[in-house]
């Protein structure tokens, strides 16, 4: 334990003063401010029977999850002027269109809806917000941390953004301002500027005291405190633990742990959530270039992090721009828009294929049974490529697989194509032999089985190669490997399949039937 | 706050005495057992240098973000005489083999060593441990957690676990044999049996002190105190936050929050995740059928959770069988055995398409232009396919579409899919067109053009509402959504694609080519 560099003296602690409500980590319980005029009885009544109904179809048959979490009611034994309970609002919230949400939030007892509200994704609460009275946006907007209120700013559209900011009182609208400087996918954009911070000649009763008083404040947590010389330079950082366990005269300085795990401010979310993975950490400070403390960032919005960037990486891997919005609230157009750009540009690709036929077209009019042959040679290309591209795309992801491991994998891939493929060429000269012995394929289907079974390997194989390393490519040029899709790999194997073919089938058929 | 139902008297909360040292929340500073036999000069000299030159190269093109976590030392400066650095040994770790590896632990100073050790994924840990000599195993297993123990178990060959049990202090060995009765997946599989308990009578004052002592001990968390009745039946959860600006004579039963989020211990860990995610929760409690408190769960270990569940999802979708090691480690026997199995699979569902094709092999032999289209159709409906269950998959890991959601959903998918169709359906028929008049497909091709242009639309329709239902499909039938892979569903269209095709091509050739 180093005492012998104490750090210079740090500037005195800032308390944000609470605007609204104190909030604590466990049971937010915000103050008296957000209240919406109550629908009119018949109205509400009206609207928790219709939303109780859609909670109840989507609760039982969840496939039997939801009622091992024992907050649960049992929903079918609600009777009808029971009030609307915030889980079934919860069950039947992705469906509900917004003014359904709208009606169902005023519905609940003010206290749940505000916790729901908070607990909604950002682009769930920019709904909300949008939708109210002018009057009632203030006090609601007003509940939100200062990064969840930027990630909201970030999806409102953008001529309301102003006005939304404006709805903010003023050191909070600072602070969000701040946030909103950074890209929505960097650490910047995700951090939480309410952080404790202590001197660090203060003796450990004294910090403890200090905590116990920002305890009332609005800060992010009071677990974890930051250590900042006057510079506002990280120093060390100290649980909350550590200083209980600490004799109560201890100075800070001699508690804390020097060696912090910090990340600046402009790592981007996906490394940041590997950092937490890699670390076991449960807050990460947020410093700029000059080592300057800005925020923390909290594992469970990195748990949101990672959710986020699998479903995109999904979405991509499936072959379309990732979705910005939950599916079934998605409109139509945009997704018409993301999904038929992929689709038409894979046709235009693919016709690629009806190119390289047209050169075999005198070899199909000679011998139709070739054509019979073609899906399931190409198919299996396009198989072995997915394969390969997502175990790359995933590995990379989770930080196994790096840029400079580009030839151990094709290594390993080139093994395990050529196994898959001889394996795969097995199968179907196998297949073909037994129809062919049938009399499927005429006289000489022992030179047929002989093509096909010759061809799988040679795709099979390109397909690996070119499936594991699309991602590296993709990546080198400053795409997201996650676009090496399965339609884009099979796209690419496509081609080359139906040449590997043909030139197997000229290797084996010359002489008889070409 | 209702204060008139006093809970009965609860069982004096247990403390658990520190077997090895205590461990806090920020920083893990685990005793002086783990020691392991250094390695001779020449040896670590030869060993840091290997793993130093893999991290090098490593780090440099790991896409720029490694540079900004602040922690990474500059590494191309380091003197060959440096000791190796844990940061070293982690930008090597995924490609270093057992015995590197274990030099590397053996190289770092002993506390980074255990720090490194404590944050490893359980698959590595039981690596690392397995490699020990029997005397040092103890050691280090006991530097774990009850439920990183449990883990590490689980991963161990069968034949190991009774004696890596063994290697454990008796009330450990019976917390580590309870978790071992859950299944890995599960809530009870990755709970922590010691949280913080309180009584309901306990003044915050008394129990601020109660659970100053209880920071020594070995708990998951201080932060949040469980209040148990005296049948271990949870009452309610406290933070430490809501004790610390209580007034200090409160009793605990008036500051407690009741309406505890708590999970079942059968609860699959996908939907506690969810349950995380939707409540936006730090730690929530286990609890048996009877409302028995079981243990706690803690978000940091639901970002592991979150990221193997994508990974299985990824690679099922790929269409493989989901990997249980890392891909740079995993046996080549294991990845070609569960990558061939699929992929076999797939071939004998292609070999239909050989099958349908025999029937029309009349129709290619008298009009071989036909072919050329075939890879376009087929992999048309396959693309579209793979985006719709894609998108299907991730809303249903993500929660946001149910079960009794398969209605909305082909509502949504049978519009988008005709707008899909059409859209192809046009480029396809502009292609042709030009092509055609350029002379490329004979005197018919407004025809062809015509016959393949409707495939188009009926094949994408196709494709995209199958891809849609499969999921809800496999979810029925008790199998996993994320197996309805894009090869799967590729394989799935193809034989319609053809038959679509054909029947098009009849309809539109018939008296002219056919």
């Known amino acids: ?24 980590d466990a049971t937010p319980r915000p103050g008296t401010t957000a209240e919406l005029a109550p629908l009119d009885p018949d109205e509400a009544r009206a609207a928790a029977l219709e939303i109780r109904e859609i909670a109840e179809q989507r609760a039982d048959d969840d496939d ?104 903010l009182d003023g050191p909070t609208r600072k602070e969000v301002e701040a946030l909103l400087a950074y890209e929505e996918d960097e650490a910047g954009g995700l951090m939480n500027p309410r952080y404790a911070r202590l001197r660090a000649q203060m003796t450990a009763d004294e910090a403890i005291s200090y905590l116990r008083r920002q305890a009332r404040s609005r800060l992010e947590t009071i677990y974890y405190a930051y250590v900042l010389d006057h510079d506002q330079k990280l120093l060390g950082v100290v649980s ?58 909290t594992v469970d919005d990195i748990v949101d992090v990672v959710r986020e960037e699998a479903t995109e990486d999904a979405q991509k891997f499936g072959g379309m721009e990732a979705l910005e919005v939950p599916y079934l609230q998605s409109r139509r157009r945009e997704m018409i828009r993301k999904r038929g750009a992929w689709l038409t540009v894979l046709l235009v690709g693919e016709m690629l294929t009806a190119t390289a036929l047209g050169f075999f077209e005198k070899d199909i009019a000679k011998a139709a049974v070739l054509t019979l042959f073609i899906p399931l040679i190409i198919s299996s290309g396009g198989n072995s490529g997915s394969q390969a591209s997502t175990l790359v795309i995933r590995a990379m992801a989770l930080g196994e697989v790096r840029a400079a491991d580009w030839w151990r994998v094709m290594r390993r891939e080139l093994a395990t194509g050529l196994a898959l493929g001889v394996l795969l060429g097995v199968v179907g000269l196998v297949r073909i032999l037994i129809w062919g012995v049938a009399g499927a394929y005429g006289d000489h289907y022992f030179l047929i089985a002989g093509a096909v079974s010759f061809s799988l390997i040679g795709v099979v194989m390109f397909g690996t190669l070119a499936g594991s390393m699309l991602p590296f490519v993709l990546r080198r040029i400053g795409a997201d490997p996650a676009s090496a899709s399965a339609p884009f790999v099979a796209t690419l194997v496509d081609v080359t399949g139906l040449v590997i073919y043909f030139a197997m089938a000229h290797i084996f058929l010359h002489g008889t039937l070409l």
Not at 1 to 13: G, H, I, K, N
Not at 262 to 269: R, T
Not at 275 to 297: C, S
């Open 1 to 24: 334990m180093a005492t012998d560099d104490p750090p210079a003296q740090p500037e005195e602690p800032v308390v944000i003063e609470a605007t609204t409500a104190p909030r604590g």
């Open 64 to 167: 039997g999850d939801a009622s091992a979490v024992t907050l649960q009611l049992p929903t079918s034994a609600v009777p009808a002027d029971e009030p609307l309970s915030v889980d079934e609002l919860r069950d039947a919230w992705d469906v509900l269109d917004i003014a359904e949400r709208l009606d169902g939030v005023r519905l609940l007892p003010r206290e749940d809806a505000e916790d729901f509200f908070i607990a909604l994704p950002a682009v769930d609460q920019v709904a909300v917000v949008l939708a109210l009275r002018p009057g009632d946006q203030r006090s609601w907007l007003r509940l939100l941390e200062p990064d969840d209120v930027a990630d909201v700013v970030q999806e409102a559209p953008e001529d309301q953004r102003g006005r939304l900011l404006g709805l």
């Open 240 to 297: 909350f633990r550590d200083l209980f366990r600490a004799p109560p005269t201890r100075v800070v300085s001699e508690i804390m742990e020097r060696e912090v795990v910090s990340a600046n401010e402009e790592l981007d979310q996906e490394a940041l959530s590997r950092l937490f993975a890699e670390h076991d950490l449960t807050v990460v400070p947020i410093v700029d270039a000059q080592g300057v403390m800005k925020g923390i960032v």
